[in-house]
């Protein structure tokens, strides 16, 4: 059974341009949601989807943008890049059916830098 | 709003020694709390979980946490540490909604020999 993957692992690019990240969630999930992770600091929630919408977001500019995929993957749009952008970004999926349980299966991340 | 407030960003033992991770949070509603390990270049692996069922959770690797309503904590422990422990442990508080996690700050924890 395949967990939770994102591509690609590592991403260099330079301010001011666009970047795209993409996960694929694990089987049988339909939740996917993406946290920023800045070095020395806990993960932060960017946003949700569910059902191809965004079902909620957190404290992060409309540069952060997001899609879903009928077959459940997603990607992380981030326009503008900022040196401030710099992180691990993870990708985390869930079954909405288990929302009592709140469990999220997180991807290995991927690593970007922003020079 | 919810937050979470992990004490001490390093805690460093020997093997073979007590485990003691601290974590308080803050919730306007009962939570549901989660401890996760991360390894150097990995993503997230959760060790356990309260979902108001039992106030004393057992994890993985030999990991238990207890849930106390009065302190605000979930504290992590393990009564002997081992070389492989070694890692970043974050706590994570989610309400009962959308299972959006808000995470604390994080330990490392740094097992001797």
């Keep these: ?115 | 709003a919810q937050s979470v407030t992990q004490l001490g960003s390093h805690v460093s033992v020997s093997e073979g020694a007590l485990v003691l991770l601290r974590c308080n949070y803050s919730s306007s509603v009962p939570p549901y709390l989660f401890w996760y390990v991360q390894y150097p270049n990995q993503g997230l692996q959760l060790l356990l979980k309260y979902t108001s069922a039992a106030t004393l959770v057992k994890g993985i690797n030999g990991f238990e946490a207890e849930f106390k309503k009065s302190e605000t904590s979930f504290h992590l422990t393990k009564p002997s540490a081992h070389m492989s422990d070694a890692a970043e442990y974050f706590c994570a508080v989610s309400d009962k909604g959308y299972s959006t996690l808000t995470f604390g700050k994080g330990t490392m924890l740094l097992v001797s020999p």
Aim: hydrophobic share 30%.
């Design chain 1, 1 to 115: 059974d395949a967990g939770v993957t994102q591509s690609p692992t590592h991403l260099i690019k330079t301010r001011g341009q666009q970047v795209t990240l993409r996960c694929s969630p694990k089987s049988g999930h339909d939740t996917v949601s993406w946290y920023q992770q800045a070095l020395g600091q806990g993960p932060q929630f960017i946003f949700q989807y569910y059902e191809e919408e965004e079902r909620q977001r957190g404290n992060f500019p409309d540069r952060f943008s997001g899609h879903q995929f009928p077959n459940y993957s997603s990607e992380l749009n981030v326009n503008a890049l900022l040196l401030g952008d710099s992180a691990l970004y993870l990708c985390a999926s869930s079954l909405a059916g288990l929302v009592s349980y709140n469990e999220q299966f997180f991807g290995p991340g991927t690593r970007l830098t922003v020079l």
